[in-house]
Structures are given as C-alpha cells and as structure tokens.
C-alpha cells in the first residue's frame, strides 16, 4: 500500500474532497478469469508491494463462474472510483477506503449483508463498523493496517527510561530520551515531520476515553478532556522532544532504525523492516492513554470489496466478493502476509497465522482486537478537515485547545445534523 493510501485509509484527520472526473490513469491491466460467466471488472488501488498485482490476478483466474479481469488504479484512487460510480463505464467490483455514507445513501453500492452476515462475528469489529448502516453491511473488510508506537529497547535501557504506559509517561519519557540522546542528536519521538497532526488524527481523543463520534451520531469529543489530551501532544513539540525534518516521514521505520529517534509512531507495515534492521531491539504499544477515564488506543482501518449497483451482473460480482473474501480463506491469508505485512480482517485466520503468533506481531494482533478504533461512518470530510486543522494549529502553534475544540464541535455537530437529516 503507498504511504498516501495509509494516510487515508488510517488517519482520523484530513480528508480528500472527492470531486472532478474520472482521472484518466490506469488501464485494463488484468486478464480475463477462466469462467463462461459474465465479464465482470475488478479495481483495485496500486499497492506498493510487489507480488500483490500478480496475486489478485491470480485469485481472479482460479474463479470459473465469471471472467474476472483485475484493473490496477494508479493516481487519486479514492477520487477516481467515486467519479466512476456515477457512470456506466465503472467497476462491478472494486476496493474502497469505505463505502462513503455518500455512496451507500446515494445507492452506489450494493448491500452485502446476507453474504458476509454468516460469518459477521468472526471479522474484527473496529472495521467491520464503518461498513454497516442501518444495520447492513455494504463492503467485506480484506486487510487490516493498523499504527503503533515503536520503540528501541536499549535506548531505552540505556537512559533509565520505562516503556510509556501514559501520555504523561510518553512526554517525559520523549524529554528525558532527547536529553540523554543530545549528544548524537538522537530525539526522543518522532511523530511526523508535521509534529503529529497528520500520523495521530483522532487518535489522542480515543486515548482519553473519548470518540470522534459515538454510537448514536453524535460528537464524541465534546470534553474538557480532549484538550487536556491535546494541549500534551504540544507539549511534546513545545519542549522540542520531537523529531522533525527526518529524511522520510512517519509511515517509514528509517528515523527509528538509523537512530534518529528512540521512539516512533507507525504503521504495522513497517515492523518486518524493524524487525530487520534491529532483530529483537525493540518493541511495540499503542498510543498511551491518558487521565483516569482514558484507554489505551490503536487506529486500524480497512479496505473493502464493494459491489457496484450500476454494474450490470449486480448479482455474479456480488457473487465472486463473496468467493474471494469470504470463501477463499487461504487467499485471504496469502494476500494479508505474503505481499506486506497486515492482519486478516477475519479473527481466526489472525489467530491462526504463524507470522502474527509471537513478538511484537502477536502484540500487534491483539492490541488490533481488543483496542482498535476506525473512523466512524460519520466523520464526513468537513468534520476530518475541521479537525485536522485545529490539532495542527494546537500542536506547532500553540493554540488554545479548549477554544479550537469548541470550533470543530460546533462545525462537527453541524454536519451531523445535516448528514442525518438527509
């Protein structure tokens, strides 16, 4: 996956404006499946992994109902299925960071409900939840990316330094590591070359107890606590603990592995080339709660198979997301651990999965299970755009929390009125 599909996919901040026509990138790449059945198309966006092309062409031939033929999506991915489902001209099945609510109250997708009801309990629920509305299931999640706070043991060791179980121990921690590292110019943390905005998002209200939006549609972060919360993630840049202007940015492991950082947040597709570059010298948490109501946190997030309602074999494509996604679990398993390094979306075959049974991947696994947090169904882009603009003006300017909070609540509310009056 590229670093801009994490960026969507897992950040609770900004959001991409889904608007234009269809880009004209991507080609008809595939080749048709060995069935007699209808011709069907299937898109996907361009992962960065190699191998993964090839895989899901190979999935699409061993299918002997259909012909499938796989269409790989370079570009604004995002912006060029939303355009394409407006017309005639679009996929019958494809990934999707969602569906949007846009796109399911719009009647662009088809509900998936009685293929993926069967086995509903066995998919983590973090990222089934954003698939379902009014209580039917529009996408089958395939992956699990996921971030996590990683860190050098023996930096670690070496300054006296436990690993942070707080956001208060994470702030002195980050401190006392900057000081002892000063020397060789090592910070404590690195959260982004932007100081957090873009990595975190949404992720220190969860850490305080709180939501983006709650169960029933409604502002999750409407408390004294999310700026008490925030105004600790500034503190963090304030006393220059930070590393910023690292050679790549957060969804890259180099600052952590080359030593630039003792602490780093990132994603779970870095830990093999962690792993690599410092065999068991170190560890993984996740984002450390914070005061007495708090929890510890971890962004997951996932893309789905979604059908299209304007393909003309709504029923065979419907047909093969459920072959592939739910049927073939050994695909499911192949595509999750042997192109990248990412967690089924179906519990058993994490559980099952010996790259994900022991270190730092079985921590990882089960922090995804029992802490995850995906952006709600709800959180339209003004909200995201809202948000992530008021986190970055706390975060390197120092703004008042409580006041640019009580902005975004007041602009977040809003739009949930109106999304939910529509």
Not at 55 to 73: E, F, L, S
Not at 310 to 324: D, G, I, N, T, V
Request: net charge neutral; with cysteine; glycine share 10%.
């Amino acid at each position: 996956m590229t670093d801009i599909g994490r960026r969507r996919l897992l950040a609770a901040g900004g959001g991409i404006a889904l608007t234009g026509a269809l880009a004209a990138c991507g080609s008809n790449t595939g080749r048709s499946g060995g069935g007699s059945g209808p011709a069907l198309s299937q898109w996907y966006h361009q992962y960065g992994e190699a191998g993964t092309e090839q895989a899901v062409k190979r999935y699409a031939d061993a299918y002997d109902k259909a012909q499938i033929t796989v269409q790989w999506r370079p570009g604004d991915y995002d912006r060029q299925t939303a355009a394409a489902l407006l017309t005639d001209s679009g996929p019958d099945i494809f990934e999707v960071n969602g569906p949007t609510l846009d796109q399911i109250r719009g009647g662009q997708v088809v509900d998936l409900t009685s293929a993926v009801e069967p086995v509903q309990d066995d998919f983590n629920r973090a990222v089934l939840a954003p698939k379902i509305w009014q209580d039917k299931i529009w996408a089958v999640p395939q992956v699990i990316d996921m971030q996590l706070l990683y860190y050098r043991k023996s930096m670690l060791a070496d300054a006296g330094v436990q690993p942070p179980r707080t956001l208060d121990e994470l702030v002195d921690a980050a401190r006392e590591l900057t000081a002892k590292g000063k020397k060789d110019k090592v910070k404590g943390l690195f959260l982004g070359n932007d100081g957090g905005a873009g990595a975190l998002g949404g992720t220190p209200l969860y850490a305080a107890g709180l939501s983006i939006v709650t169960d029933d549609g409604k502002v999750g972060f409407d408390d004294p606590a999310a700026a008490r919360t925030l105004g600790k993630i500034h503190e963090l840049y304030a006393d220059k603990s930070l590393l910023l202007g690292a050679p790549t940015d957060w969804s890259d492991p180099d600052a952590l592995t080359q030593g630039l950082t003792a602490m780093q947040w990132s994603g779970l597709w870095a830990l093999p080339e962690v792993k690599k570059a410092l065999g068991d010298d170190f560890g993984v948490l996740p984002f450390p709660k914070d005061g007495s109501g708090g929890k510890n946190a971890v962004p997951v997030g996932a893309y789905g198979s979604a059908v299209s309602a304007r393909s003309k074999h709504k029923k065979e494509a419907a047909a093969f997301a459920k072959w592939l996604w739910i049927d073939r679990t050994d695909y499911q398993r192949d595509f999750a651990l042997s192109y990248g390094f990412h967690i089924p979306a179906r519990i058993s075959l994490a559980e099952k999965a010996k790259e994900l049974q022991s270190g730092a991947a079985a921590d990882a696994v089960s922090y995804a299970t029992d802490l995850g947090h995906a952006e709600p169904l709800l959180w339209t882009t003004a909200s995201k755009t809202a948000y992530q603009d008021a986190l970055s003006r706390i975060i390197k300017d120092g703004a008042n929390p409580e006041t640019e909070l009580k902005t975004v609540v007041r602009k977040t509310r809003a739009e949930l009125d109106r999304v939910k009056k529509k």
